[in-house]
């Protein structure tokens, strides 16, 4: 009869700052565990205290906090399978990210973490030290090893694990989404296992925090690298998976596989739960956008209304002389397609007002972009007052192209407290605008069907904040922006890898120049859903202030 090891995996979502709650999600977990005949439940990477902290934890009230509830919960989980849960840890002076055995009561075994990230959104060397790579633990006679996140994307923590005596590994991690990071994981985990010959559970966090979300995923690989267990993407999900112990060492009894969706979707996925999450964690219940009739709030709309329900959002019409009848009618149509409410406030009397109080200031001054952007702004004004008066959060709708280059007026159509489709390329707003159109899943929350109607797709993008206006009247065309961007900021690329794949050396330097004259907006905006390795807050730190252009001496 071969040996039999039962892990119950607890891939859930936790709250930064919220011990008790998360602490109550590990005792369910625990429970669950227990009453499935578990050895050991685990949890994901400073699951005590939500993940990532930031500087929150540097914070000695905190981290001592955090560490107190690690006790307690030990002294909870006393009387069943052992439990493995991630949190800050002191000794002497230091600070470090580590992963805690509870086991008859106590704390029986303290991993740390060696390898600390210090790229992307995680600044670690700066907030915690760096443990000594350790040996294994033991649950009962079997030993475990527990490279923390990072510490599983080198050779020699696992290797040291194995090399001590581990007879299986478990990953635990708080590793956020973007665009094709799943293959990555998979790829250094594979290695892990070749490395040692050992099976290896990677076990990660999902939810949102802040522009982050983290997206589950989780998964059980086989010496080889044969997967035998694949969790669902942001799916919550408490799973337990055998291991056995037959004459050539531990194997992971194939379980439970989700196939996992396409990028379209997890984009998708990941804007929707990075919003609900941003709301229930922040405390609001509803939120309103402005419906412009474009297809950046539609989209917004919908991803609100998937979030949320279409009942918990308001869509709001602000028109003005330049605002057409077909962005009327597409706005509204929008509205009713989602079943959301729907208020029209036109701004020509307040524009008016505004307009004559600033008269005897800009007498013989000729009409500008300064016109323009009242309108913008006094949209902006109207939102945040009915986002005060209804107590709705305000979602602002620019999408990354807008984003980078500056198209936007600061306190006007910026305004707002998240913004879903910030890392969201304008070109892939209309790609996941179709994709949404043709697909619905039982996560959403909206209407199946045609959400938006294909002429807001179809039309020419404007602001709408003069006669005739195109954003090609301003900007290249989106093909042409959105090549020369992806280029520029998601590759670090240069003008002259933009000339080599076939743009224009003008159009090249003409957005270099936007990207970085329009660093004080992008400090000032809201935080929004981090989709790729290069989004603007943690991933892409520039100066605000600054001279430089390339070829400029």
Known sequence: MADRFRLTLAQLNATVGDLEGNAALARDAW?????????????????????????????????????????????????????????????????????FILRGGAITAVQLKHHLPNAAVFDEVRIFDAGAIGGPYSVGNTRIGSPICEDAWYEDVAETHAETGAEFLLVPNGSPYHRGKQEIRLNHMVSRVVETGLPLVYLNLVGGQDDQVFDGGSFVLNPGGEMAVQLPVFDQCVEHVDLERPDAGWRCVPGRFDPHPDAFEQDYRAMVEALRDYLRKSG?????????????????????????????????????????????????????????????????????????????????RAEDVTEENLQSRLRGLLLMAMSNKFGEMLLTT?????????????????????????????????????????THRDWMKAPAGEVIPPRVISKAPSAELRADQKDSDSLPDYPVLDGILEILIDRDGSLADCVDAGYSAEDAAKVEHLVYVSEYKRFQSAPGTRLSSKAFWLDRRYPIVNRWREGRR
């Open 284 to 364: 609001f219940p509803k939120v309103l956008l402005g419906l412009s009739g474009g297809i950046d709030s539609a989209i917004v709309a919908v991803i609100a209304a998937d979030a949320i329900g279409p009942e918990n959002v308001r869509c709001v019409m602000l028109p003005s002389e330049y605002t057409s009848e077909h962005s009327l009618e597409d706005a509204r149509q929008v509205a009713e397609r989602l079943g959301c409410h729907y208020d029209f406030v036109p701004i020509a009397q307040g524009r008016d007002a505004i307009t004559d109080t600033l008269a005897p200031l800009f007498d013989g």
């Open 31 to 99: 429970e669950a565990g227990r009453e499935a005949g578990a050895d050991l439940v685990a949890l994901p990477e400073m699951f005590i205290t939500g993940y990532n902290t930031q500087d929150l934890v540097l914070k000695p009230a905190f981290h001592l906090a955090a560490i107190e509830t690690v006790r307690q919960l030990a002294t909870d989980c006393a009387d069943g399978p052992a439990l493995a849960i991630g949190g800050p840890w002191i000794e002497g002076t230091e600070l470090y990210n580590a992963y």
């Open 398 to 438: 620019g999408n990354k192209s807008e984003v980078a280059v500056g198209y936007a007026t600061i306190y006007g159509d910026m305004a707002g407290g998240y913004n879903p489709i910030k890392d969201l390329y304008k070109t892939r707003v209309f790609e996941i605008a179709r994709w949404r159109n043709e």
